[in-house]
């Protein structure tokens, strides 16, 4: 029935609007013109490897191996990712005065050494194990809250950066932004099984360790091609307003 009533409203279907001309069309531009920009072009990049090795990983990894590696209980997994929302409210504020004025990219860098500290965190614990299960547990649940410091401090700065370069075309540059979780969601628990399951989850650390450290270089390497201003080191000039005009 609600299909029903949708399908007889007027105009479903079509396009809202004027139609555009051939040259208004050519002129709108599609997701290849947002990838010939270059600085927009290395954050895809940097968000690509941070998400494939940091947000997929805290989903899929994260679990198997506190589990299967460091040998917890599923219950001290609830109290990490618990720990891991606490301390996304109660850093929240704090990390959005720090950031305010500073590079964006320099905050970036830090987001992908403070993932790889917590998967640091966490490998310590899969060798831990067993042999102090207290220690492990309380491995696991400070990689957890580690990491959801880094994840406060990417939320602000990822998307202001994005709106920074979108000069044009805001909505393909905020959806290619997006598109990276959902991406990466896809390739964190296709690789995240195979690798915790050699070597006893050591080659897993290695790989998300060093991604989310590569992530930071890219980050780095993205400054150079920014403004201060797109990089967040200075305010935007302001809107001059028109002088009166004389009666």
Known sequence: MPG????????????????????????VGGYLAVLRDRPFRRLVIFGLVLTTCGYAQIEVGFTAY???VAEVTPRVVAWALAGNTV???????????????????????A??????????V????????TGNALVAALGVVACAAIFGFGETMLSPVMPALTNALATELPGRYNAMSSMIFGVSGIIGPVTAG???????GKIWVAVVVGGCLTASLVALSLRPL???TQDG?????????????PC
């Open 122 to 129: 966490l490998g310590a614990a899969g060798l831990i194990g």
């Open 226 to 228: 920014l403004s201060a």
């Open 4 to 27: 029903a009533i949708l399908l007889s409203l007027p105009h479903v279907g079509h396009r809202l609007g004027t139609a555009q001309t051939t040259e208004e069309r050519s002129s």
């Open 233 to 245: 080191r200075s305010a935007p000039a302001p809107a001059r307003e028109p002088a009166p005009v």
């Open 111 to 120: 987001v992908g050494a403070v993932f790889a500290t917590a998967w640091l």
């Open 194 to 200: 195979p690798l915790i399951g050699a070597a006893d």
């Open 87 to 109: 301390m996304i409210v109660l850093s929240q504020l704090v990390v959005i005065r720090r950031t305010e004025g500073r590079s964006r990219t320099a905050a970036l860098a």
């Open 66 to 68: 506190a589990i299967r």
